[in-house]
T-cell receptor
């Protein structure tokens, strides 16, 4: 069966520091991969998606970037965090139209 | 841009009551997914509906996809405290991206 992992689970970072969140998927090949941000208790905003290694589409211009160095690895990065980058970050994978989510990373920028 | 309006935003009911959550759009979706999310965790898929007019039942939960594939509903019969959580609908497209509603926070009081 397929599993999706995210780490870290929680992160507290100062403004201006770099960021690297990692997502890995097991049990499937060449999945579509997604990064979302979720405001407290609300809907999900799609940040990036990838249909293959090195292929990244950005949905919202912002302070973040994404990379996919391996088939089942998806990384969300920032060179300098802003206060507004705080939130709950979710990674998801899909085959066909259904998406399956990881456990999420809670990021607090102070 | 496709939008999905979810209502109500908040629902507070007593154990044993019935409830319905709605998702509506002016856009046609190729599929409609419903997720349930607990605080601090990733959304968990409840169901995917793909055919206009389709009805799926999952124990006390009934999901319906509108004939025109623009709207969907989730009906819970005899709600229990364990049903408490954030319910999210998401409309799918053939190229794999989802458009999420803003979510319904359900609280079931014992």
């Amino acid at each position: 069966s397929q599993t999706i992992h995210q780490w870290p689970a929680t992160l507290v970072q100062p403004v201006g520091s770099p960021l690297s969140l990692e997502c890995t998927v097991e049990g499937t090949s060449n999945p579509n991969l997604y990064w979302y941000r979720q405001a407290a208790g609300r809907g999900l905003q799609l940040l990036f998606y990838s249909v293959g290694i090195g292929q990244i589409s950005s949905e919202v211009p912002q302070n973040l970037s994404a990379s996919r160095p391996q088939d089942r690895q998806f990384i969300l990065s920032s060179k300098k965090l802003l206060l507004s980058d705080s939130g709950f970050y979710l990674c998801a994978w899909s085959e066909k139209e259904t998406q399956y989510f990881g456990p999420g990373t809670r990021l607090l920028v102070l | 841009t496709q939008l999905l309006e979810q209502s109500p935003q908040f629902l507070s009911i007593q154990e044993g009551e019935n409830l319905t959550v709605y998702c509506n759009s002016s856009s046609v979706f190729s599929s409609l997914q419903w997720y349930r999310q607990e605080p601090g965790e990733g959304p968990v898929l409840l169901v995917t509906v793909v055919t206009g007019g389709e009805v799926k039942k999952l124990k006390r939960l009934t999901f319906q996809f509108g004939d025109a594939r623009k709207d969907s509903s989730l009906h819970i019969t005899a709600a229990q405290p364990g049903d408490t959580g954030l319910y999210l609908c998401a409309g799918g497209t053939s190229y794999g991206k989802l458009t999420f509603g803003q979510g319904t926070i359900l609280t079931v009081h014992p």
